[in-house]
């Protein structure tokens, strides 16, 4: 879907392309990345390169144009995990700005896309647009991992009685989320970086402020996604072994209760045999085998309580 806004504010819609407006697109078609090639003059190449989930961040510049491709968390349910990172691509030249992304998002979502409408801001340039997206998705990465850590914190309630392994892979599948987004920040830091180092690019006082502010959230968001990948990993090494200490326990209660219920076994068994003894002219033997075998069981029980066998 293609929209296209009057600025950066994205409260005017436009039908037409002017000059400064913003083209904001969200899981184009076959016929829409044609319209962007043919209307927008976005290059091929770069449409791909922004479309392919695996591209990695980067800043690239031409005559014509610039263009960054930062990654972005977004809530998903592929491969069985929660969460993953996608390109968010920022076209840039001199009439106008296109934003391409592959997957509806929380960085720029399709209802509400500008950056600047819930503090009601100015928009100043492209930079100051460009570095609020910065900001926005260090933000949103930093609400993931929120969430991450909550997750974690309510398997960690049902892993201290399980015995099943699907704990372990919830967690597996949340170091995964966990790894991309360190790879993800890691990566839009360097390009934050090489946009800031940029000759091509200019800085107004407060874009200088605005990109050390980028740089200073993109950085608290890889050492919370770093702290939080640490306890992860320690987490799951000593919750597999309480899994298999809570299946030993398991197993050493069957055996106890195997063991207790083996007693009137064995006694009956000894009394059931087709041989003599003392008890088979006696009409009161059945009462006293079974008052017998009772009477066993419970000292079985007695002494593998008194050794908390169970």
Not at 161 to 183: A, D, G, P, Q, Y
Request: aromatic letters at 10%.
């Amino acid at each position: 879907m293609i929209q296209m806004y009057k600025s950066f504010l994205g409260d005017e819609k436009l039908s037409e392309l002017e000059n400064g407006c913003w083209v904001h697109c969200v899981q184009p078609d076959s016929e829409e990345v044609a319209i962007l090639q043919e209307e927008y003059n976005v290059p091929q190449e770069v449409i791909q390169d922004i479309l392919d989930n695996d591209e990695r961040s980067r800043y690239e510049v031409d005559d014509d144009w610039s263009m960054i491709i930062l990654r972005i968390p977004v809530e998903t349910s592929d491969n069985g995990m929660s969460y993953s990172t996608y390109p968010l691509g920022i076209f840039m030249c001199e009439d106008y700005t296109v934003t391409i992304c592959t997957t509806p998002n929380n960085v720029l979502p399709v209802t509400q896309p500008s950056v600047y409408r819930s503090d009601i801001q100015p928009v100043y340039d492209v930079i100051n647009f460009t570095l609020q997206l910065f900001i926005r998705s260090a933000n949103s990465f930093m609400y993931y991992l929120r969430q991450i850590y909550q997750h974690t914190s309510l398997i960690e309630k049902e892993i201290e009685k399980s015995i099943r392994n699907e704990e372990l892979t919830r967690l597996l599948k949340l170091e995964k989320c966990l790894v991309f987004f360190i790879t993800s920040l890691k990566s839009n830091e360097l390009v934050l970086a090489k946009f800031k180092n940029s000759k091509r690019t200019t800085f107004s006082e407060r874009n200088e402020d605005l990109v050390e502010d980028a740089m200073i959230e993109t950085k608290q968001a890889i050492e919370m996604a770093q702290i939080y990948s640490n306890i992860q990993s320690g987490m799951m090494d000593t919750f597999a072994s309480v899994i298999s200490n809570n299946l030993n326990v398991v197993m050493k209660q069957m055996t106890s209760v195997s063991i207790i219920l083996m007693i009137p076994t064995l006694i009956a068994s000894i009394f059931g045999m087709n041989v003599p003894n003392f008890l088979e002219q006696t009409s009161w033997a059945l009462p006293v085998i079974l008052a017998f075998s009772a009477l066993m069981a419970i000292m079985g029980i007695f002494i593998s309580r008194k050794r908390h066998w169970f």
